[in-house]
Every structure is written in structure tokens, then in C-alpha cells.
């Protein structure tokens, strides 16, 4: 995968920039932007589990933030990121990517995970896909006629 350098400093700041004023608050304090709430859902067969996660970039934006101010803007971070551009065309190879997430790794921790049951659907027939499947399988009569096959 390649990624300019652009798009990797625009999607730090689309994850992180919550008022989109093109600086990263890295003061903690009513304004502070260095970190996010994260929410996965992983699907199950009869539930999904829903985990809220913390993911912070504080030290990335420490790392930019040259002038100490609290804020690090786009121009600093970008600069941050352009340094693993190796070869200095604007992009970011495999390589180069692996390189500047070992260096600036994003904390996190999970807040909450919670299971949510998933309700079958009942089907005109009475009977969820899932259900007339499994029935199928073990050679079970469930009041279905199915087409003779030839």
C-alpha cells in the first residue's frame, strides 16, 4: 500500500481535529484533541460484540509540536510524517508506513465490550434461513416440501 504524504497527515487530522480548525489542542483541558473514541463492531451468528475503545496520538503530536505552544497544526505534523518519505517522493511505501508506526503508535484501551444478541428473522414460512438450513443438514422433516430433484 502507498499513501502520500498529504493523506496520511489528512487522516490524522480527520481522526483528530474534532472543531476542524487545522490544529491538533494538545493541551489537556476543555480543547484538548489528542485523543478519540473508537467503536468496533465485530458480527457474530447470534450476537455482535460491540467494543469502545481510547486511542490517543499524543506523542505524535508532542513530536510536532516544535514550538511548544500546545497546538500541533498541519504544517508540523506533516513535517513529522514527511521525515520516513526516504526517498523524498512525496509518498509513503510499505515500508516507509511500517516505519512511522513503530515510531508513533497509537495508544488505547478498551473502555467498555458489550455482546448484543441478534434476533432471527422470521421468514414467510415461519422459518429463518438459518433455521431451514440446519434442518437440511441433519435430515430433518420441517413440514417444508421441497422440489424433487432429477
Same mark, same amino acid.
Given at each position: 500500500?502507498?499513501?502520500?504524504?498529504?493523506?496520511?497527515?489528512?487522516?490524522?487530522?480527520?481522526?483528530?481535529?474534532?472543531? &476542524?480548525? !487545522?490544529?491538533?489542542?494538545?493541551?489537556?483541558?476543555?480543547?484538548?484533541?489528542?485523543?478519540?473514541?473508537?467503536?468496533?463492531?465485530?458480527? !457474530?451468528?447470534?450476537?455482535?460484540?460491540?467494543?469502545?475503545?481510547?486511542?490517543?496520538?499524543?506523542?505524535?503530536?508532542?513530536?510536532?509540536?516544535?514550538?511548544?505552544?500546545?497546538?500541533?497544526?498541519? !504544517?508540523?505534523? &506533516?513535517?513529522?510524517?514527511?521525515?520516513?518519505?526516504?526517498?523524498?517522493?512525496?509518498?509513503?511505501?510499505? !515500508?516507509?508506513?511500517?516505519?512511522?508506526?513503530?515510531?508513533?503508535?497509537?495508544?488505547?484501551?478498551?473502555?467498555?465490550?458489550?455482546?448484543?444478541?441478534?434476533?432471527?428473522?422470521?421468514?414467510?414460512?415461519?422459518?429463518?434461513?438459518?433455521?431451514?438450513?440446519?434442518?437440511?443438514?441433519?435430515?430433518?422433516?420441517?413440514?417444508?416440501?421441497?422440489?424433487?430433484?432429477?
Amino acid at each position: 500500500m502507498i499513501m502520500t504524504v498529504d493523506t496520511l497527515t489528512n487522516m490524522v487530522f480527520q481522526y483528530y481535529d474534532h472543531n &476542524r480548525d !487545522g490544529r491538533i489542542q494538545n493541551q489537556r483541558g476543555a480543547h484538548y484533541e489528542g485523543e478519540r473514541l473508537a467503536r468496533k463492531v465485530q458480527p !457474530g451468528l447470534d450476537s455482535d460484540t460491540v467494543t469502545l475503545s481510547w486511542v490517543s496520538h499524543e506523542r505524535l503530536f508532542n513530536a510536532a509540536d516544535r514550538n511548544k505552544d500546545g497546538v500541533a497544526t498541519h !504544517g508540523e505534523i &506533516r513535517d513529522v510524517i514527511r521525515f520516513f518519505d526516504q526517498n523524498l517522493d512525496g509518498q509513503l511505501d510499505h !515500508g516507509e508506513i511500517a516505519a512511522y508506526q513503530r515510531s508513533y503508535t497509537e495508544a488505547n484501551g478498551v473502555i467498555s465490550q458489550e455482546k448484543i444478541a441478534r434476533q432471527q428473522p422470521i421468514h414467510e414460512g415461519g422459518y429463518s434461513f438459518y433455521q431451514l438450513s440446519y434442518a437440511l443438514t441433519r435430515s430433518v422433516a420441517v413440514g417444508v416440501k421441497l422440489p424433487a430433484l432429477n
